[in-house]
């Protein structure tokens, strides 16, 4: 089964995930592979909707067997969580404005 890891704010906001196949890869290997994209400073390191900075990470298995066949709905939710973030970014920046 392909399982997700998630890492999470108190209130289970999403930061970054990623999905994996734990046959192939650690659960720590995967941890470690997204703590190094905030390096790189395309993601900010704590959560964007409540600002949260006490993130943990979650890995759950998925009702997916491969990770083809899961890519999909990932690929879905990425693009709906990314519509989401443009949302909350502009009411955040709107908010600042007035």
């Known amino acids: 089964m392909i399982h997700i890891c998630q890492y999470l704010c108190p209130q289970r906001h999403c930061t970054i995930g990623a999905a994996y196949e734990p046959a192939e890869v650690k659960a720590e290997k995967i941890e470690q592979d997204l703590l190094n994209v905030f390096k790189t400073g395309l993601v900010n390191p704590w959560c964007g909707i409540c600002g949260s900075r006490e993130l943990h990470f979650e890995h759950g298995e998925t009702r997916f067997t491969t990770i083809e066949e899961a890519q999909g709905s990932l690929r879905a939710m990425e693009a709906a969580n ?16 007035n």
Not at 88 to 97: C, G, L, Q, T
């Open 82 to 97: 990314m519509a989401s973030r443009m949302m909350i970014d502009e009411v955040k920046k709107r908010a600042r404005n």
